[in-house]
């Protein structure tokens, strides 16, 4: 089955795209996912969502920062793969604090959310200053792993990075690690959850039960991690 890389060139990909992403994430599970977006009683809604919210977000790109990338079946015409990269050159790159608004106001669901996911950008804002390739989401067909498709999406942008002359920085999950690591990037240090408070409440401690660490993988510009020889600019 040819697959081809290609750039998201109009609104109507992406009504290809949410399904394959909602779908894509249930398998293998995501404890992170429920966090970043609201959740829905169906998948129907649930794509409904993610299909408006990814087109508003589309429009309002900056097309020399922000890239949205699919991979496609040519003999079916189906996206199959799907990344979002951008180009990181803030002087505060992870600095500007996130309020889950997609959780109601006063849950336990929203504070938790967001002490967890400035708790992860205050992680890697301490120790990424530079400019680099941040690689915001990936997913792919459950049907199309193994066959290099996900290798495709993350090449495009640590060679992306190359030729802007930037590093590589991704955040990724423990089950995403080694697909990173064959792609060039080094796995520097775990990404610990800093959710602990005071007195948890019952559905507090029940969303804390989860796995929610992740790794801080990176590549320096020009040539794949080599261990032992490459050293991240934050490591001592």
């Known amino acids: 089955m040819p697959l081809i890389l290609r ?3 109009s609104e109507s990909d992406f009504d290809k795209i949410t399904p394959m992403d909602y779908d894509g994430w249930q398998h293998p599970y995501n404890p992170q996912l429920q966090h970043f977006r609201p959740q829905f009683p169906t998948r129907e809604e649930a794509i409904a969502w993610k299909n408006a919210k990814s087109k508003e977000s589309w429009r309002s790109r900056d ?4 890239f ?3 991979i496609e079946n040519t003999e079916t015409a189906d996206i199959v793969g799907c990344a979002i990269w951008e180009v990181n050159d803030k002087p505060d790159p992870y600095g ?3 309020v889950a608004t997609w959780h109601a106001e006063g849950s336990v669901e929203k504070e938790f959310a967001e002490r967890f996911i400035n708790g992860l950008w205050g992680f890697i804002g301490e120790r990424v200053r530079k400019a680099h390739m941040d690689l ?3 997913v792919v067909n459950q049907a199309y792993r193994g066959r290099g498709a996900g290798r495709m999406l993350i090449r495009w942008g640590i060679e992306k990075g190359d030729e802007l002359g930037i590093e590589t920085v991704i955040s990724s999950l423990p089950s995403a690690k080694g697909a990173y690591s064959k792609c060039g990037l080094g796995a520097i240090e775990i ?3 800093d959710v602990d408070v005071p007195d948890p409440s019952p559905r507090w401690k ?3 039960n989860e796995d929610l660490s992740g790794w801080l993988m990176w590549r320096p510009v ?3 991690y080599v261990e032992g020889v490459d050293k991240a600019p934050w490591v001592l």
């Open 206 to 208: 029940e969303l804390q």
């Open 191 to 193: 990404i610990p959850a």
């Open 96 to 98: 500007e604090k996130t």
């Open 136 to 138: 915001l989401s990936i």
């Open 63 to 66: 097309p020399d920062r922000r």
């Open 222 to 224: 020009g040539h794949d």
């Open 7 to 9: 750039h998201v060139t």
């Open 68 to 70: 949205w990338i699919a």
